[in-house]
């Protein structure tokens, strides 16, 4: 049975996702737990684990910057899927208490941002408090005293697992809220990329960010072949302020032809160019 | 004296920053303090301050997402001025404590991004926990017991305000870390942005996702008029998955002539578009 690493600990967003993927997909695979998302790629290129499984981007929160970053760094991963999977925000404490005894709220910060909104109106004046995992804030949360009154925003199998009753359901801003999630491998020296099948081909470049007009010209090498970009995402080079790494999410012609020639296209004007991947796109 | 909204507590890296404003330019403004940074941007809207003083970006961890958004969703807020500031990451602690005594290091979520390196080489077993600031970091260890072990990743400022102990300077993986913070004010109504006087305009637009190319096309409105832009990013729109809000920055040039047209040309090919300011950028 195949290894995949997860962020835990139990009950988070990211084991409910996996768990789903695994019966869409009607595969088995282990679920190996690591406490930070980086820790689960850096097991992929340590071959401690045959991949990971891990989120990258949620529609209300935007890009996970650490799964970027680690993807941007790596000379070795590649993505071999994309799980679309909607995200269920829960409120959850240990007893049914009044809105009013909640004093203070425990998530992960993308959780809290997601209800940013709800929070506001509903509990203007609870501490708010970002920690690990939502799976860890269910465990704070079951650990805590009733009288102190403390709150997670969890998965409903998070809070299910720390014996937690919910207070209010679907809490988040937005109902079409969704985390894409990607599965990462190792890939094999010289593999082709361009043999692999699927809908969706992600790469990541570095452009001269002192040359004005070059990412318009990048991305007119998409245009001018009719290669559909449907995600471009800036991050930091990490070199100075005003440098950055590009990503971009390319939708695959039938027969690669126009994205393989665009993809070598902007490899030529970018100072240097990663293909991360073609795959296939599930939905939950 | 007008009054200034930055995120609190005392001793965070906002509050160094906007002192330095203060001295850079000889002017003396009353600072605020708010728990959060949409709360200091609230206020501006709300009259309550004539001004906040935010990060927006730091150059090893991108963007700060709650600035941007908050940005994006106001109708009447404009940015109107800059200031990059060097960043300096001290590690501190209540004793002159040995590396390995370290069981807890205790921060803000972008200053902890800023060290992994160094907290993965030299903390490795170390617990990480990410707190609302490094002022709020430097807070609990000074509360802390010297045998639990506690340090926080603090400005010097914080450390010293509460009485810490420096156990290792700059400790920021890259030397040319700085953040970005940005002035903003609340504008009159029928305001002329264009008639703000600076180096850099920024702007914020939706453009249609479906349409292939629709950012291409934006693009070219800039490129082919040599409007120079330094800093394009994506944040979502919060509709659903795959619709983006973009984020332009600009350089003005010197009659504003071919900024003008092209905000102007950009602004029919976009479903909505907001001009957040033209305004000069300082350099500590």
Redesign the interface.
């Known amino acids: 049975m195949e290894k995949m690493g997860i962020l835990g600990p139990r009950g988070t967003h990211s084991e409910a996702a996996a768990v789903k993927l695994n019966e869409i997909l009607n595969e088995k695979f282990e679920l190996v737990i690591f406490k930070e998302i980086?820790e689960a790629l850096n097991a992929v290129e340590e071959k401690k684990v045959d991949a990971a499984f891990v989120p990258v981007?949620?529609?209300?929160?935007?890009s996970i910057?650490?799964t970027l970053d680690t993807l941007a760094h790596s000379d070795s991963l590649i993505v071999s899927r994309e799980l679309?999977y909607p995200v269920h925000n829960f409120l959850m404490a240990r007893e049914f208490i009044n809105f009013l005894s909640v004093k203070k709220i425990f998530s992960h910060?993308q959780p809290i941002?997601q209800c940013?909104n709800y929070l506001q109106k509903n509990f203007p004046t609870a501490e708010i408090?970002?920690?690990?995992s939502t799976a860890r804030a269910a465990e704070i949360v079951a650990k805590s005293e009733i009288e102190e009154g403390f709150a997670a925003i969890c998965s409903e199998r998070a809070g299910n697992l720390n014996n937690l009753k919910t207070l209010a359901k679907e809490i988040q801003?937005?109902n079409?809220n969704?985390t894409?999630f990607l599965e990462v491998r190792c890939r094999q020296k010289n593999f082709d990329i361009f043999k692999m099948n699927g809908e969706k081909n992600l790469i990541i470049c570095q452009i001269d960010?002192s040359k004005?007009?070059a990412?318009?010209e990048v991305?007119?090498e998409?245009?001018r072949r009719?290669v559909?970009?449907?995600?471009?995402?800036?991050?930091?080079a990490?070199?100075?302020?005003?440098e950055?790494i590009f990503f971009f999410d390319l939708e695959v012609d039938s027969d690669k032809k126009f994205l393989f020639e665009s993809v070598e296209a902007v490899s030529r004007k970018s100072i240097w160019l990663k293909n991360l991947g073609i795959f296939p796109v599930i939905r939950a």
């Open positions: 980086f981007e949620n529609s209300l929160e935007g910057n650490i679309v910060s941002s940013r408090n970002s920690v690990s801003d937005n079409s969704c894409r960010g004005p007009g990412l318009y991305l007119g998409f245009t009719n559909n970009m449907t995600r471009i995402e800036s991050r930091p990490r070199t100075k302020l005003g950055y």
